[in-house]
T-cell receptor
């Protein structure tokens, strides 16, 4: 059981480039989330998904897109990368949306730098 | 003003000390309170959660919520070097349970 996996671990992008951050989970969880973590700012929700084919915006969705074609995968797409998107990105999953009673499992993160 | 405030630390204590980590918040609608532990270069992991006011104990860890003061605490007894990590508080309300609001985290260092 690998849990939540994320690739790549590190990436440097030039301004204006695009990339996809991959996230996969093997726990058959319905709910998946993307967060970004900036120094001194805590975790902020970018997008979330309640199941295959269903996604919705979180707190900071601008500049990002997501898709959920399978239960296992939840990729995050950055179009036209900007320096403000330099951050650590975490993917998480949970069995239900009740985050307060159901453990949310986080991946190891992707460190992205936009220069 | 941030919705959730947390002292970034670092907090350095000797092994065996009692550690107190705290968060204050401004939104009185928050009902669910969580503590996450995050080791360096790892993802956060859920440590404890509580609903509304009161205390909850789990081994060496005690979570405390005071809704009247909008203040939550995490106590660690008999702290160990392996407790060295960043501790994030998080909270949510009944109407938007999927939207966790995180504190910025307190870095804890337990010295052997």
């Amino acid at each position: 059981n690998a849990g939540v996996t994320q690739t790549p671990k590190f990436r440097i992008l030039k301004i204006g480039q695009s990339m996809t951050l991959q996230c996969a989970q093997d726990m058959n969880h319905n709910y998946m989330y993307w967060y970004r973590q900036d120094p001194g700012m805590g975790l902020k929700l970018i997008y979330y998904s309640v199941g295959a084919g269903i996604t919705d915006k979180g707190e900071v969705p601008n500049g990002y897109n997501v898709s959920r074609s399978t239960t296992e995968d939840f990729p995050l797409r950055l179009e036209l990368a900007a320096p403000s998107q330099t951050s650590v990105y975490f993917c998480a999953s949970s069995y239900s949306r009740r985050q307060f009673t159901d453990t949310q499992y986080f991946g190891p993160g992707t460190r992205l730098t936009v220069l | 003003q941030k919705e959730v405030e947390q002292d970034p630390g670092p907090l350095s204590v000797p092994e065996g000390a009692i550690v107190s980590l705290n968060c204050t918040y401004s939104n009185s609608a928050f009902q669910y309170f969580m503590w996450y532990r995050q080791y360096s270069r790892k993802g956060p992991e859920l440590l404890m959660y509580t609903y509304s006011s009161g205390n909850k104990e789990d081994g060496r860890f005690t979570a405390q919520v005071d809704k009247s003061s909008k203040y939550i605490s995490l106590f660690i007894r008999d702290s160990q070097p392996s407790d060295s990590a960043t501790y994030l508080c998080a909270m949510s309300g009944m109407d938007s349970s999927y939207k966790l609001i995180f504190g910025s985290g307190t870095r804890l260092l337990v010295r052997p």
